[in-house]
């Protein structure tokens, strides 16, 4: 959870600003393992500030991401990964 003074734990939360949409959501597992998903058609992309320690990876076609109740999202992102890792890599953000 994030306090008052933008921290977790005491470290600051970080966030970049991306236009996303969301493409799937993962709503958990069956008894095999296999991922239960909902596919969803968003028309537009939306700008968003998202906490970077919500980003569990980036490919280059979509951000998976953390979200309530245990549940993953992967969002398409307006641009390409060259860029994202550019813009983070700016801000101290990228290690190699």
């Not at 991922?35 to 919500?54: G, N, Q, Y």
């Amino acid at each position: 959870m994030i306090n008052g003074d933008n921290s977790i734990l005491g470290e600051r939360v970080k966030f970049i600003t991306l236009n996303v949409k969301t493409a799937i959501i993962v709503h958990g597992f069956n008894e095999h393992n296999e991922e239960l998903t909902e596919s969803v058609t968003e028309d537009e992309f939306v700008s968003k500030m998202i906490a970077l320690h919500r980003i569990q990876s980036i490919s280059e076609q979509y951000l998976l991401v953390t979200g309530s109740h245990g549940r993953m999202m992967y969002w398409e992102y307006e641009g390409d990964m060259a860029g994202l890792a550019k813009r983070m890599a700016a801000a101290d953000l990228l290690v190699d």
